[in-house]
């Protein structure tokens, strides 16, 4: 069935930073990609999405890009913030949706 | 347009009791899914419902665990004899169709379940 391999954290970065949350995925057919944020006590919220190959999803200065060729979804931001602080958790699928282990993200002022 | 009502947010219940989570998804949304989370983990599919019918279980437990979406009224996911490996937070979404093509999911707050 379908998978998903996210980085592990936790990842602590000071404010300003590059981040780059990597996500490779095994699937059949053409699912779509996501990636969801979940802030403490709270539940997921859909950060960005690609629906097929070569799409790019963007929010909030975050970016993503479908690559068929390595089956990735690496998660980008060129500069963080405190409030980006959060789990992030990469996702495959379709009608049913697969998520992987989620990424702990703290960021430092 | 009230987003997906999950209730309640927080359950506590003994070893042996049962438990009853309900979710009303989005205006409009007649496709439902649940997802579990167990502590420091990510979200694991349960079951996929729409309207009087259960279109993918493959996740759910075989014992226990039951869940429906009427006609009318809300989702509800039932789990009976409850065990302390219940314990979890229990999500809940809802599309509005459930198609092949992606038709994004929308997702309640959760009902983070206790058993003592």
């Known amino acids: 069935g379908d998978s998903v391999t996210q980085m592990e954290g936790p990842v602590t970065l000071s404010e300003e930073a590059f981040l780059t949350i990597n996500c490779t995925y095994t699937?059949?057919?053409?699912?779509?990609l996501f990636w969801y944020v979940q802030y403490p006590g709270e539940g997921l919220q859909l950060l960005l999405k690609?629906?097929?190959?070569?799409d790019k999803g963007s929010n909030k200065g975050f970016e993503a890009t479908y690559r068929k060729e390595t089956t990735s979804f690496h998660l980008e931001k060129g500069s963080v913030q405190v409030s980006d602080s959060a789990v992030y958790f990469c996702?495959?699928?379709?009608?049913?949706?697969?998520f992987g282990s989620g990424t702990r993200l703290s960021i430092r002022p | 347009n009230a987003g997906v009502m999950q209730n309640p947010r927080h359950l506590v219940r003994r070893r042996g009791q049962e438990a009853r989570l309900r979710c009303s998804p989005m205006k409009g949304h007649s496709h439902v899914y649940w997802y579990r989370q167990l502590p420091e983990e990510g979200l694991k599919f349960m079951v996929y419902?729409?309207?009087?019918?259960?279109?993918?279980e493959s996740g759910m437990p075989k014992e226990r665990f039951s869940a429906e979406f009427p006609k009318e009224g809300p989702s509800i996911l039932r789990i009976q004899q409850v065990v302390r490996g219940d314990s979890a937070a229990y999500f809940c979404?809802?599309?509005?169709?459930?198609?092949?093509?992606?038709?994004?999911?929308?997702f309640g707050p959760g009902t983070r379940l206790t058993v003592l």
């Open positions: 419902l729409q309207k009087e019918n259960i279109i993918d």
């Open positions: 979404a809802s599309s509005l169709s459930g198609d092949r093509s992606y038709n994004e999911q929308f």
């Open positions: 699937a059949t057919g053409y699912p779509s």
């Open positions: 690609a629906t097929k190959a070569d």
């Open positions: 996702a495959v699928g379709t009608s049913k949706i697969i």
